[in-house]
């Protein structure tokens, strides 16, 4: 008969395992927070919400009548495509009334006639 007890182990505490993710979690913000600093104190950065709109000019602008211009002028889709140059990418500018059934046939159509690609052009929103 043996007199000797056997050794309880204890078991490690999970709670380490958490406060290493916390303490990860904290250096991480902190991190993400330097990389976009401010401007500094007083400075008020330049407001353009004032200027008007200027489409690109190889822009194919879509009026909310569903007219097509380009540079001011009346045009189709079959002109605005003759004068694309290669890579052949169709920029379209639609008016915020634009049905988008008229806007997936425009596009359609661009595609159809030989656009490899085609980007609609929007306004960025104020932040």
């Given at each position: 008969?043996?007199?000797?007890?056997?050794?309880?182990?204890?078991?490690?505490?999970?709670?380490?395992?958490?406060?290493?993710?916390?303490?990860?979690?904290?250096?991480?913000?902190?991190?993400?927070?330097?990389?976009?600093?401010?401007?500094?104190?007083?400075?008020?950065?330049?407001?353009?919400?004032?200027?008007?709109?200027?489409?690109?000019?190889?822009?194919?602008?879509?009026t909310?009548?569903?007219?097509?211009?380009?540079?001011?002028?009346?045009?189709?889709?079959?002109?605005?495509?003759?004068?694309?140059?290669?890579?052949?990418?169709?920029?379209?500018?639609?008016?915020?009334?634009?049905?988008?059934?008229?806007?997936?046939?425009l596009?359609?159509?661009?595609?159809?006639?030989?656009?490899a690609?085609?980007?609609?052009?929007?306004?960025?929103?104020?932040?």
């Amino acid at each position: 008969m043996s007199l000797h007890r056997p050794v309880r182990r204890t078991k490690g505490e999970p709670v380490i395992g958490l406060i290493n993710v916390v303490f990860l979690m904290l250096i991480f913000f902190l991190i993400a927070g330097t990389l976009a600093p401010s401007p500094g104190e007083g400075i008020a950065l330049v407001d353009l919400g004032d200027t008007p709109l200027q489409p690109p000019p190889d822009a194919l602008v879509l009026t909310a009548e569903g007219q097509l211009l380009q540079g001011g002028a009346e045009t189709d889709a079959a002109g605005y495509l003759a004068t694309l140059t290669e890579p052949r990418v169709a920029r379209i500018l639609p008016d915020r009334q634009v049905p988008a059934s008229t806007l997936v046939t425009l596009a359609a159509a661009l595609t159809e006639g030989g656009a490899a690609r085609v980007v609609i052009l929007g306004e960025r929103g104020v932040r």
